[in-house]
Nanobody, 121 residues
């Protein structure tokens, strides 16, 4: 089993910043991908930012230049999402997705429970 836990959400004013954290734990041999997605009420879940084991990043068009995904050097099972210049349209539940190997040919692709981000004055 792999557990994925997000933290760092909250209420912030427009133009403000937040930093989300995601930690994966459990039966993990290697991690190939860590990503952030979000889902606003009445909308489909969308990619915010993704990072693969080779260091390649991908961002959703609406967050380019404002959000940054990074992985902790010491603990490769931790990923961050730094969000700057937040806008009301960024309000959503943010989910972390982690995929990799549990060893012996077993793969995993798990999601966290989500953390709420609300941007409002």
């Amino acid at each position: 089993q792999v557990q994925v836990v997000e933290s760092g959400g909250g209420l912030v004013q427009p133009g403000g910043s937040l930093r989300l954290s995601c930690v994966a734990s459990g039966s993990i041999f290697s991690i190939n991908y860590m990503g952030w997605y979000r889902q606003a009420p009445g909308k489909q879940r969308e990619l915010v930012a993704g990072l693969n084991s080779g260091g390649t990043t991908k961002y959703g068009d609406s967050v380019k230049g404002r959000f940054t995904i990074s992985r902790e050097n010491a603990r490769k099972n931790t990923v961050f999402l730094s969000m700057n210049n937040l806008k009301p349209d960024d309000t959503a539940v943010y989910y972390c997705n982690v995929a990799g190997s549990r060893g012996s040919g077993r793969s995993f692709d798990d999601w966290g429970q989500g953390t709420q981000v609300t941007v409002s004055s």
